[in-house]
């Protein structure tokens, strides 16, 4: 990692010189008590102080292993002639968290800009990886706009079961509908739940976790190649210590991430994303990111992209191999030396000038895993984005990961209200479901849900499972889990809760999908819709105090990244004053 960097900072000008330098009684007690946590003078004064934002806990298998790696992080900072602090921050665990981490997405993104503000810190290792704690960390960081380097927590270990490789999700999702089937037991699954996961790390697909964490990477604001190194390979206690080096040199040069995160990185990271046929998750995070870095990302960006590159990560759910696959074929770096006609060469990361010179000498070790520009996974990125009547701001699906006879479809609506009432009647005989139906969920978007759950992944009827039936269109104001895979239509903007479209579908009518003619359309009159809509009552509000009253006060709609408009809104806010 070299370049030609701004002049150091001199001691005098680091941010944390306002809390320890000075010639006053508030500095006079802030030694005192860093004296009381047991630290010299020389360990610490006039020495760029870090802050590793740890999103370790027990109850996150994806983050379990940061509490060591956050020792390689301090390891790093302290080898660089930096002082680290270690600050535990919320953990996201999309396993356990419920009705949904992205629920507290925002919360995380807040705690992680005010800790860096209020404390004296002159920049920030990140520490996440599962699914939203990665815009999370990011967007709270942009916001205080410190240096700042994301270490990922890393994918898992591939799973097993009796000679099968299995990928943590997209595996759950295809054995839960074969037990629905009736092709295996109670005994099959009790084995398959100890082979789906079986180390700490994140989903070891290109699923949500994945994808945000290879954006990141694009973005430029990890260590190159970081992204997809296994959880428990040695070489992910390495890039920990190197972030750690780095990120002192970094503040040294004082170089922001307002200096990283331009509108050309975020143009790579999209790129990166359609090509890596990633999660659909990654467009509200995404957008949500660019916000707070003062860029406009919109759904037309990822559609115009989309057109732009093809599909070259033969990565499940979309294609056969895992992650740790993808890394030995050359990781990132190597992905990205096939997309060098598309990518912006000449901006900044925080480990090279310009990305040119970082990926300068990258090469794919396996092209059936990171394929060609002559031989793709899909000519086009892997999400597209739909239009029409019932999305009027917009909708996504992840064609690749769709049976390709339902990318074009007509068929009659199945409506269910909410989440619930799906799971307790989706297997009712009365509802005469087929596999041309369109099954339609409501209730389960940005306030709905809410927290737009990953409920997009509607579950078919146990009757047509054991006719072989794996897919039907579905369509929803959900998300889905980016290790999912069928022909869902997620997103839908606005959502059914404040009034959208998708409120007034009803029980046998008509939908079109056309993911060529990028549509998404109720078929009755306008005259109908309007009638409906005049009828329609709001529902109540989902939190009567607290955070959730917040959240339903202050969240955007999907096609804005459902941020908080208060924290999505331009402005700066003022260092505290120290003294």
């Given at each position: 990692m070299t370049a030609?960097?701004?002049?150091?900072?001199?001691?005098?000008?680091?941010?944390?010189?306002?809390?320890?330098?000075t010639d006053g009684l508030r500095s006079f007690s802030h030694r005192a008590r860093t004296r009381q946590l047991g630290y010299l003078p020389e360990e610490h004064l006039g020495k760029p102080v870090v802050?590793?934002?740890?999103?370790?806990?027990?109850?996150?298998?994806?983050?379990?292993?940061l509490r060591e790696r956050a020792q390689a992080v301090k390891r790093g900072v302290w080898q660089?002639?930096?002082?680290?602090l270690e600050f535990p921050v919320s953990t996201l665990s999309e396993t356990f968290q419920k009705p949904t981490p992205m629920l507290y997405r925002n919360m995380l993104a807040m705690e992680t800009e005010e800790l860096l503000r209020s404390y004296p810190v002159d920049g920030a290792v990140l520490m996440g990886g599962c699914d939203k704690s990665t815009p999370a960390l990011l967007m709270g960081a942009a916001s205080a706009d410190l240096p700042a380097v994301f270490v990922p927590a890393g994918p898992m270990l591939p799973g097993h079961w009796r000679n099968e490789v299995l990928g943590s999700g997209t595996d759950m999702w295809k054995y839960w509908d074969d037990r629905r089937a009736g092709l295996i037991g109670d005994a099959e699954l009790a084995e398959?739940?100890?082979?789906?996961?079986?180390s700490p790390g994140t989903c070891m697909t290109m699923g949500t976790a994945s994808t945000l964490t290879a954006?990141?990477?694009?973005?430029?604001?990890?260590?190159?190649?970081?992204?997809?190194?296994?959880?428990v390979d040695s070489g992910h206690e390495r890039m920990a210590a190197a972030s750690g080096r780095r990120i002192v040199e970094l503040v040294r040069q004082d170089l922001k991430l307002s200096k990283i995160l331009t509108r050309e990185a975020y143009e790579d990271a999209v790129a990166?994303?359609?090509?890596?046929?990633?999660?659909?998750?990654?467009?509200?995070?995404?957008?949500?990111m660019a916000g707070r870095s003062g860029v406009r990302l919109t759904l037309d960006d990822f559609d115009r992209i989309a057109r732009t590159v093809p599909v070259l990560a033969d990565l499940r759910p979309?294609?056969?191999?895992l992650m740790e696959d993808f890394h030995f074929a050359g990781g990132l770096p190597a992905f990205l030396g096939q997309l060098t006609d598309v990518l912006h060469l000449d901006r900044p990361t925080v480990a090279y000038s310009t990305l040119r010179e970082q990926l300068a000498g990258a090469r794919v070790h396996n092209p059936d895993v990171i394929r060609p520009r002559d031989n793709p996974l899909a000519q086009e990125g892997?999400?597209?984005?739909?239009?029409?009547?019932l999305c009027p701001d917009g909708a996504v699906i992840k064609h690749i990961a769709a049976e390709p006879r339902l990318l074009e479809h007509t068929g009659p609506a199945v409506v269910f209200p909410d989440y619930r009432t799906l799971q307790r009647t989706i297997n009712d005989p009365e509802l005469g479901i087929t596999a041309d139906h369109v099954l339609v969920l409501q209730g389960a978007g940005p306030k709905g849900g809410p927290g737009m759950p990953e409920y997009g992944m509607l579950p078919l009827p146990d009757h047509l499972l054991k006719q072989g039936v794996r897919d039907m269109v579905r369509i929803s104001d959900a998300r889905m889990s980016g290790t999912s895979y069928g022909t869902c239509v997620l997103h839908i903007a606005p959502e059914s809760h404040v009034g959208g479209p998708l409120a007034l579908v009803e029980t046998g009518d008509l939908i079109t999908l056309d993911v060529a003619a990028r549509t998404l359309r109720l078929e009755i009159t306008d005259e109908e819709l309007a009638r409906r809509r005049a009828a329609w009552r709001p529902p109540p509000e989902r939190y009567e105090r607290g955070y959730g009253a917040l959240y339903g006060e202050q969240i955007t709609q999907a096609d804005t990244g459902c941020d908080f408009a208060f924290l999505a809104k331009p402005g700066k806010n003022p260092d505290p004053y120290a003294g």
């Open positions: 030609e960097r701004p002049e150091e900072a001199s001691p005098e000008q680091l941010r944390s010189h306002q809390w320890y330098g802050a590793v934002l740890n999103t370790w806990s027990d109850i996150n298998p994806c983050h379990v292993h660089a002639g930096g002082f680290p398959l739940e100890n082979g789906l996961a079986r954006a990141a990477e694009a973005l430029g604001v990890m260590v190159p190649g970081a992204s997809s190194i296994p959880a990166t994303v359609l090509a890596l046929g990633g999660s659909t998750n990654a467009v509200i995070h995404l957008i949500a979309g294609g056969r191999h892997g999400v597209a984005v739909l239009r029409g009547n």
